[in-house]
């Protein structure tokens, strides 16, 4: 499955591209709204890895070439990104990482709507695109950071089940837990995490607060046994 990171060029993509490297991926694409600054990362990208796994494409062609997209990009720019590369994602995945916080204030949510970007997502690419939530929780700082194993869990939100079992199981291939945290809607709930998270940063001087489950079995096919 050909993965490509849109807004790979930026922090928490960066860290999902590091990740996906070291998970044994033979191939990550990059994207960018400029071809030269994704081939750039994407060759700092490799030289940091120590081979060639990484591809700089623009954003359109990045979508177009992969199976799964993960979107990493701002909120002020999550339409406009969404719109550039929709018609590239026809039957495709799109796992989105957005959490809508106040440029002001990122201590403080602001969104478009009373709906999570992840179901802003799914209302503006439509049914042929299964849109996953997830990442919202954990930071770029911890993803990037290879040395050290990532302690906090993914919760994974989406309303379709064998979109989000895909996801759920990428997010294991790269060492982390990762829990069905339900339907789409649920992903406004996860977004309310994140300030909260900042803040826990702010207060303890740390880069990577994030969360973990606690009291759940986890029966399903992709389980760690
Ligand atoms: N940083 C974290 O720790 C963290 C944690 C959890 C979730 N997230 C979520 O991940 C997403 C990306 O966060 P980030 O910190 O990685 O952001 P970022 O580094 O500021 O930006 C990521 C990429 O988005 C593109 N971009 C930036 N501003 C844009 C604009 N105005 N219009 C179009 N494209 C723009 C840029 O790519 P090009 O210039 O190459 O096109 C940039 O490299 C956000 O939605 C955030 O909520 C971040």
Known sequence: MKIAVIGGTGKEGRGLVLRLAASGEEEVLIGS????????RAEAL???LGRAVVVGLENR????????????VPYAAHE???????PELCG??????TVPLDPQDPLRLRRRSEQ???????ALLGESVKVVAAFQNVSAAAL????????CDILVCGDDAAAKEIVIALIRRLGLRAWDAGPLQMARAVEELTPLLLSLNGRYGSRSAGIRITGLEDTSPSAPR
Request: charged share 25%; aromatic share 0%.
């Open 33 to 40: 709204r400029q071809m030269e600054k994704a081939r750039a």
């Open 46 to 48: 490799n030289h940091q």
């Open 61 to 72: 062609a990045a979508a177009r070439a992969a199976d799964l997209v993960i979107l990493c």
């Open 80 to 86: 406009e990104t969404l719109r550039a590369i929709a």
């Open 92 to 97: 495709k995945i799109l796992v989105d990482t």
């Open 116 to 122: 999570s970007a992840a179901e802003e997502a799914q």
């Open 144 to 151: 990037q950071n290879l040395q050290h194993a990532i302690e």
